[in-house]
Structure formats: structure tokens, C-alpha cells
Nanobody, 119 residues
Framework: VQLQASGGGLVQAGGSLTLSCAASGSISSINRMGWYRQAPGKRRELVAAITSIGSTDYVDSVKGRYTISRDNDKNTVYLQMNSLKPEDTAAYYC??????????????WGQGTLVTVSS
């Protein structure tokens, strides 16, 4: 099982980006999926999460600007980021709590995708 993230890049302040993260491999079930970010010199923080039935949660700093969604048929989670600010600059990591067909529930991480917002 692996998570593959994509969609990062360089954008001007006020711009938008959409991140995607697809889970692949022998997957039986996926529960919560989320996006975390880590800026240089800072701790990794949860940005947004979504459950298997679509309940969402956001850190206060992105409420109203970011939208998390998922496609359960594609085992993919998305993060639509609007009105980006320089302080949103960070490496973004996707995370999923899932069960493999021959393994127990555990948390998986994708590789980071870098988002850079210029002022």
C-alpha cells in the first residue's frame, strides 16, 4: 500500500492550487483521510481531514479557504486551496487510516508535496 501525492507548486498570493493523493495497493477499507503540512522550523500540523462518510474538519487558519474532498471509488483525497497566503507555504503530506487486504488498520503517509506562495 502506498499514498502518492501531487499538485504542489509555486503560486502567487491570492492564487489557488489543488492537491491530490491516491492510495494504491491491496486495500480493504479506508477510514479517515487528511492533509498535514510542515513549514521550515515548525511542527507538522493537521490542515484538514475527512471521514469515510464525508465529515470534515479544518484548522482555523484555513477555514473558508480550503476544501477537502474524497472520491471513495478512486481511493483519492483532494485539497482545494484558494486565497493562498505566504504563510501557507509548507510541505503538504497526505495521510490515510486504512486496512490492507492482509493487514490490520494503520496510518499511512504520502510523500510531501511542496506548496510555495509568493507575496
Amino acid at each position: 500500500v502506498q499514498l502518492q501525492a501531487s499538485g504542489g507548486g509555486l503560486v502567487q498570493a491570492g492564487g489557488s492550487l489543488t492537491l491530490s493523493c491516491a492510495a494504491s495497493g491491496s486495500i480493504s477499507s479506508i477510514n479517515r483521510m487528511g492533509w498535514y503540512r510542515q513549514a521550515p522550523g515548525k511542527r507538522r500540523e493537521l490542515v484538514a481531514a475527512i471521514t469515510s462518510i464525508g465529515s470534515t474538519d479544518y484548522v482555523d487558519s484555513v477555514k473558508g479557504r480550503y476544501t477537502i474532498s474524497r472520491d471513495n471509488d478512486k481511493n483519492t483525497v483532494y485539497l482545494q486551496m484558494n486565497s493562498l497566503k505566504p504563510e501557507d507555504t509548507a510541505a503538504y503530506y497526505c495521510n490515510a487510516d486504512l486496512r490492507g487486504q492482509r493487514s490490520a488498520w494503520r496510518s499511512y503517509w504520502g510523500q510531501g508535496t511542496l506548496v510555495t506562495v509568493s507575496s
